[in-house]
């Protein structure tokens, strides 16, 4: 963040302001684009699905410790975790339990999922941070994943392959979505740290960023 949001806003409205260009550069990130576009396979989206897989298990493994946190806690909603969904994607992906055991996480994706098992073993806000980027992200920009993968490469209308972006257990996200800003408004935080959570959600960002220009990146030579 460059300079901070007026402190009278929102809790919500203040991270979306403050995280804007990190997220702009996200969402604008070359390999994102090019697979949107359809100019990068299913190869290029399976690549991407794995490295997902681990994003998802240090943010839904802390989950289990942080269940009856202040903070952190009543953003842990059954009906949002993806790993079993991830799981069933990577079995249509790879041949039913082929990559288990198998998967290597990139250095940027080991990076993310390293600073997100540390928020979530000594700041709840912080973990706070991560989750909102990451699943209130998979109920938005997500979907438009979702049907791009559909239509460039055949997979089955919210079927096996792209289930990590089907939220069956939420019948109505746009609803969902706004009970999620509101439990955001309402965290018990002052003004100091809900700008330091404000400061982790541009970090969160930047993590996701970072894992994409890893999978844009040409492979080393005799790789």
């Known amino acids: 963040m460059t300079s901070r949001p007026p402190a009278h806003l929102p809790f919500s409205t203040l991270i979306r302001d403050a995280t804007k260009a990190q997220h702009t550069r996200a969402e604008g990130s070359t390999f994102m684009s090019d697979m949107l576009s359809g100019r990068l396979g299913v190869e290029a989206f399976t690549r991407y699905t794995e490295q ?83 699943y209130l992200g998979d109920l938005s920009g997500g979907q438009v994943v979702r049907g791009t993968a559909e239509k460039n490469w055949g997979f089955a209308h919210k079927g096996d392959g792209v289930r990590f972006y089907v939220f069956e257990d939420i019948p109505n996200p746009a609803a969902f979505k706004r009970g999620y800003r509101e439990l955001l408004d309402s965290v018990p935080a002052d003004d100091e740290e809900k700008w330091r959570i404000a400061g982790e959600c541009g970090r969160a960002f930047s993590l996701n960023t970072a894992v994409f220009e890893e999978l844009a990146a040409p492979a080393p030579a005799g790789g």
């Open 52 to 134: 997902l897989w681990f994003v998802y298990r240090a943010l839904e493994e802390a989950a289990v410790r942080l269940d009856g946190d202040p903070v952190a806690g009543p953003f842990l909603r059954r009906e949002l975790f993806r790993l079993p969904s991830l799981e069933r994607d990577l079995d249509h992906l790879h041949g039913s339990g082929a990559w288990r055991g198998t998967l290597t996480p990139l250095a940027a994706t080991e990076s993310y999922a390293e600073r997100i098992a540390q928020v979530a073993s000594d700041w709840p806000g912080g973990y706070v941070a991560h989750h909102y980027t990451r």
